[in-house]
Nanobody, 122 residues
């Protein structure tokens, strides 16, 4: 059974940092892209960042480029999202996902975690 378990969310002041983790289990993810998406209240789910498990190519939304960094630990089967210089508009539920094709499209992801709340206060 495939499981993606997010952790690391919380409440932080604007300008602060958080690191999200996504622990993956249940299958080999070779060839997959591991993505982070977020959804704020009343808004659609949007792409944040992704990384190819093999090769390590990374992708970022323009809104987080230069502030967020995605990485992976192959030995731990874990993907991280380091979020710096957080803004109130970053407030959302953040989801980890795994998919084989277009890393920027949520429709292309096969597996999803339950999400972790990130709240940035002004």
């Amino acid at each position: 059974q495939v499981q993606l378990v997010e952790s690391g969310g919380g409440l932080v002041q604007a300008g602060g940092s958080l690191r999200l983790s996504c622990a993956a289990s249940g299958r080999t993810f070779r060839g997959y892209a591991m993505g982070w998406f977020r959804q704020a209240p009343g808004k659609e789910r949007e792409f944040v960042s992704a990384i190819r498990w093999s090769g390590g190519s990374t992708y970022y939304a323009d809104s987080v480029k230069g502030r967020f960094t995605i990485s992976r630990d192959n030995a731990k089967n874990t993907v991280y999202l380091q979020m710096n210089s957080l803004k109130p508009e970053d407030t959302a539920v953040y989801y980890c996902a795994a998919g084989l094709r277009n890393p920027r499209s949520s429709n292309e992801y096969d597996y999803w975690g339950q999400g972790t709340q990130v709240t940035v206060s002004s």
